[in-house]
């Protein structure tokens, strides 16, 4: 029988589960429950990804589900595994890596569901299989937070937290996310069966990529009809889409590894990312990050690394170099597309009303943000404010040189001369996010969740699930961040 097309199974709680990648067979992944946790209680829900398993909003609040989620019972229909993959970390060959504290499920509804942070595996190495509630929180909550601003992104369920001690820096707590993706394969996995000289499993890896995720890379002829060269240049320019959502919303990843790459352009492995409070094109997010490689303005250069170990990975089923090279330059181009365009929306520049003069427009406003530090998600909020109600002093007041400022506002304003206002302002307010998931905010929601208080975490879902809806009652969350923000360290300990 077809391995795609096998009956799924129906669980206790109704759902339908099917185990796709489960059928890819035992080289990929070791079979495996999931290791409970004590006392397991709800930390963090979303209902939309609930409404998007077709799970209902009773059962997540469920204590069967509860208990399930914690890795305390087991879900009928599931066939839960840990993959493998390999990876270079900081820009070196790690070697065999795999979910070390992952567990996947099965998938319902085309969506594969992973439990992360539920034990040991085979592939934990020196971990003890455990996520933190800290790190658990600002995944889950971040998850969320990209989906609302549009950008391509893993999901997450909820969040399930025990006092189950864990040991980081300090004693911290255990806690479960749930995630959720069409896939969670990363380029990493490729890699495993790359390095290994293993190229059935390889080729195999690669079918049911194609298969199931590009399917027209089979029947295109984009490139020389080889479909593994039309799937790297797919991979390839939704990469440089992602890189470019994040690039334009000050979205700084941190643990840019080939294992952290999703096979689908999603944004994957939350750890140590931030927002930009000031724009600081150098910024490191990532206390563990010395040398600076995963620096904000370093993102796209080095997801087209990435695309280089996938591609060397990809090179026994792709044969032709030039082939590979053709799919991997299309990265450049995508890229820069893409994020002109995110850049001039951001502006109110609507697409196909281009000018040349745009591009030292935005370079010189971008200098200017830098220059003075400016708060980066308050500039373009302001600014949109600004063009609906035509008042630029709270867009002023946000800059030190102040001259600088009103020349460039000249020339926008010129620039914007003769368009509908208020449908540029409207377009704007829809582009320029009043609320992203600034790393204090998490912050605080991890310090009150701490205390079992969870009423953070969820204010901050609702505000994050609609981040250019105004929420009165939270503007302060769209303030400037307090002084102690800057002082905020973000490792990779998670
Ligand atoms: P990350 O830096 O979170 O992307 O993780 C890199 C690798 O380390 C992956 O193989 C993870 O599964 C593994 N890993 C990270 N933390 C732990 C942990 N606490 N226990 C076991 N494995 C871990
Ligand atoms: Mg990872």
Request: aromatic content about 10%.
């Amino acid at each position: 029988m077809n391995a795609l097309i096998q009956p799924c199974q129906i669980s206790h709680t109704g759902l339908v589960w099917n185990n796709h990648f489960h059928r890819l067979g035992p080289d990929f992944y070791t079979s495996l429950a999931p290791q409970g946790m004590p006392a397991p209680y709800w930390v963090g829900r979303s209902f939309a990804v609930a409404e998007m398993l077709g799970l209902p909003a009773s059962q997540l609040q469920s204590d069967a589900l509860l208990q399930a989620l914690a890795g305390n019972q087991p879900i009928g229909g599931t066939q839960p595994l840990a993959s493998v993959y390999s990876g270079h970390q900081f820009g070196h060959w790690a070697g065999q890596l795999g979910d070390g504290r992952a567990c996947l499920l099965g998938e319902i509804n085309g969506l594969e569901v992973q439990l992360k942070g539920s034990g040991l595996t085979p592939y934990s190495r020196m971990g003890d299989g455990r996520a933190v509630l800290r790190s658990s929180i600002r995944e889950f909550l971040c998850s969320e937070a990209m989906h609302g601003l549009g950008i391509p992104t893993t999901r997450a369920l909820c969040v399930v937290g025990s006092d189950e001690k864990v040991a980081r820096e300090t004693l911290e707590t255990a806690a479960v996310v749930t995630r959720v993706a069409p896939s969670f394969i990363r380029f990493g996995h490729f890699e495993h069966f790359a390095a290994r000289n293993q190229l059935m499993q390889l080729r195999t890896l690669a079918d049911y990529v194609l298969a199931r995720y590009y399917p027209d890379c089979q029947t295109a002829s984009l490139l020389a009809a080889n479909p593994y060269a039309n799937l790297l240049m797919q991979v390839t320019e939704r990469t440089a889409v992602m890189v470019a959502h994040w690039q334009s919303v000050g979205f700084c990843h941190g643990v840019m590894n080939t294992d952290n790459m999703s096979i689908l352009g999603l944004t994957i492995d939350y750890g140590p990312f931030q927002f930009l409070d000031t724009y600081d094109p150098g910024h490191i997010c990532n206390h563990t990050d010395r040398g600076g490689r995963y620096a904000f303005d370093r993102q796209p250069e080095i997801a087209h690394w990435n695309l280089y170990a996938l591609a060397q990975a990809l090179m026994p089923l792709i044969e032709d170099k030039a082939l590979a090279l053709q799919a991997l330059d299309t990265f450049k181009p995508v890229f820069e597309r893409t994020w002109q365009q995110l850049m001039r929306t951001k502006l109110g520049l609507v697409a196909g009303n281009d000018n040349p003069a745009d591009h030292p427009l935005l370079q010189d406003l971008m200098a200017l943000l830098t220059q003075d530090r400016v708060d980066y998600t308050l500039f373009w909020r302001r600014l949109s404010q600004a063009v609906a109600s035509q008042q630029f002093a709270p867009v002023r007041d946000l800059f030190l040189d102040t001259a600088a400022w009103d020349a460039w506002l000249l020339r926008y304003g010129a620039r914007l001369a003769g368009v509908d206002q208020d449908e540029t302002a409207a377009l704007m307010l829809k582009t320029n996010p009043k609320y992203v998931l600034r790393n204090y905010l998490g912050e605080l929601a991890i310090e009150a969740a701490k205390g079992k208080d969870f009423s953070m975490v969820a204010h901050l879902l609702t505000l994050l699930e609609r981040p250019f809806d105004e929420h009165p009652a939270f503007e302060t969350y769209a303030g400037l961040p307090p002084d102690w923000a800057s002082r905020i360290e973000i490792s990779c300990s998670s």
